[in-house]
């Protein structure tokens, strides 16, 4: 499922299709998790933690943190139990 990047945002991938950082900024950071939600995730699917933390892992080591910045940004959402998680539309 997981396509080309985008313009700009390829920049912060590495040639093996890995992130060797999360952005800082802000603004890049948001770049970046609309790119991942919209090739990582399905619309009206449901995922178990497990399940995102896996498809996560596939481009950086810190799935912690890129899921709690998709949670926040709100491009995921899941229930306050964290029991599942869907693409937000």
Do not use: C, W
């Given at each position: 499922?997981?396509?080309?990047?985008?313009?700009g945002?390829?920049?912060?991938?590495?040639?093996?299709?890995?992130?060797?950082?999360?952005?800082?900024?802000?603004?890049?950071?948001?770049?970046?998790?609309?790119?991942?939600?919209?090739?990582?995730?399905?619309?009206?699917?449901?995922?178990?933690?497990?399940?995102?933390?896996?498809?996560?892992?596939?481009?950086?080591?810190?799935?912690?943190?890129?899921?709690?910045?998709?949670?926040?940004?709100?491009h995921?959402?899941?229930?306050k139990?964290?029991?599942?998680?869907?693409?937000v539309?």
């Amino acid at each position: 499922m997981t396509d080309a990047p985008a313009p700009g945002v390829s920049a912060l991938f590495s040639a093996d299709g890995r992130l060797p950082a999360i952005p800082r900024k802000a603004a890049r950071r948001q770049q970046l998790l609309t790119h991942l939600t919209g090739t990582l995730f399905e619309p009206d699917r449901t995922y178990t933690e497990r399940e995102v933390n896996d498809v996560l892992r596939t481009v950086h080591d810190d799935y912690p943190a890129l899921r709690r910045f998709l949670v926040e940004g709100g491009h995921l959402a899941r229930p306050k139990d964290g029991s599942t998680y869907q693409r937000v539309a």
